[in-house]
């Protein structure tokens, strides 16, 4: 609250997010807007208030938090390794359990006419 109204702010977590308690969408803000308008910024809270305001009705995090964290602070052997690890093709039966076990929402957001040319190009047997 002490510094000066012109400090300009990069939230680490978004409004949708489990942390972000429904804070703004804008990714940047002055933090003189944020003390007239930041729910946990009203003058006058202490430090306790402050801390019981921000944490109330936060859900436990994640089951990926932890890992998040460690790769976080001890960073990662190369971009190249974290592609190689996320880019592993799997067969359709591989796919479907870990996706039915994960309780996954599959998107296909090819167009309609990528599908069809897909579709027509697939051998039958």
Known sequence: MT??????????HGAGSACGKNMSHETTDLLGNQ????????????????????????????????????M?????KSLDDILKKGNIPLD???????????????????TPGSLQQHISLMPFS
């Open 72 to 76: 976080n602070k001890g960073g990662a």
């Open 35 to 70: 003390k007239k308008t930041n729910y946990a910024l009203r003058s006058g809270m202490t430090r306790e208030a402050f801390i019981r305001e921000v944490t109330e009705g936060l859900l436990p995090p994640s089951q990926y938090f932890a890992m998040n964290v460690a």
């Open 3 to 12: 510094l000066p109204d012109h400090v300009i702010v990069y939230p680490a």
């Open 92 to 110: 359709t039966a591989t796919f479907m359990a870990l996706a039915d076990h994960e309780g996954a929402l599959v998107l296909d957001t090819r």
